[in-house]
T-cell receptor, first 113, second 114 residues
Framework: GENVEQHPSTLSVQEGDSAVIKCTYSDSASNYFPWYKQELGKGPQLIIDIRSNVGEKKDQRIAVTLNKTAKHFSLHITETQPEDSAVYFCAASSNTGGFKTIFGAGTRLFVKA | DAGVIQSPRHEVTEMGQEVTLRCKPISGHNSLFWYRQTMMRGLELLIYFNNNVPIDDSGMPEDRFSAKMPNASFSTLKIQPSEPRDSAVYFC????????????FGQGTRLTVV
């Protein structure tokens, strides 16, 4: 079945440094790749997404890259701040069978002040 | 719009009891998802609906779990009978299948079965 693998499971960085989270997916029909941020006691919230016809997308300090051939996609956070500390999930979705979205296991990011 | 609304926020029940979780999706969204989140297994997709029709329930762990969507503005996830290993946070999310396809999550229901 479809699977999304995410690494690392935990990431600790110093404030101001960059953080990179990597994911791979198995379903070649996947064409939409969102990233979600989950803060304590809340539901996941979309922070950025990328579609299969684009290789890179940037929004201020956050960027995502996609390599469809290798089925890899990554999240890059630059100039990290303590408020970036949260759990981040990657996900992959295809438009077959009604847009099923499969999530990675999550990365707990700690940004140390 | 108030976003996806889930109720209750917290539920504590005894093993063997029936539990019903409720979800009101965002108006106009026609895809609805139920997820279960645990430390061990992360976010698991249990079932999703498109236009009120269940499309894929392969994530539903056992026959004790059932979900319904009687209309576009309401869905339930029922566990009968409940077991301690069902303890988790259950999220409902809704989205539009076209356009942004962003899934909007509710605040979740924290279920504890003792």
């Amino acid at each position: 079945g479809e699977n999304v693998e995410q690494h690392p499971s935990t990431l600790s960085v110093q404030e101001g440094d960059s953080a990179v989270i990597k994911c791979t997916y198995s379903d070649s029909a996947s064409n939409y790749f969102p990233w979600y941020k989950q803060e304590l006691g809340k539901g996941p919230q979309l922070i950025i997404d990328i579609r299969s016809n684009v290789g890179e997308k940037k929004d201020q300090r956050i960027a995502v890259t996609l390599n469809k051939t290798a089925k890899h996609f990554s999240l890059h956070i630059t100039e990290t701040q303590p408020e970036d500390s949260a759990v981040y999930f990657c996900a992959a979705s295809s438009n077959t069978g009604g847009f099923k979205t499969i999530f990675g296991a999550g990365t707990r990011l700690f940004v140390k002040a | 719009d108030a976003g996806v609304i889930q109720s209750p926020r917290h539920e504590v029940t005894e093993m063997g009891q029936e539990v019903t979780l409720r979800c009101k999706p965002i108006s106009g969204h026609n895809s609805l998802f139920w997820y279960r989140q645990t430390m061990m297994r992360g976010l698991e997709l249990l079932i999703y609906f498109n236009n009120n029709v269940p499309i894929d329930d392969s994530g539903m762990p056992e026959d004790r779990f059932s979900a319904k969507m009687p209309n576009a503005s309401f869905s339930t996830l029922k566990i009968q009978p409940s077991e301690p290993r069902d303890s988790a946070v259950y999220f409902c999310a809704s989205s539009l299948p076209e356009g942004s396809r962003e899934a909007f999550f509710g605040q979740g229901t924290r279920l504890t079965v003792v």
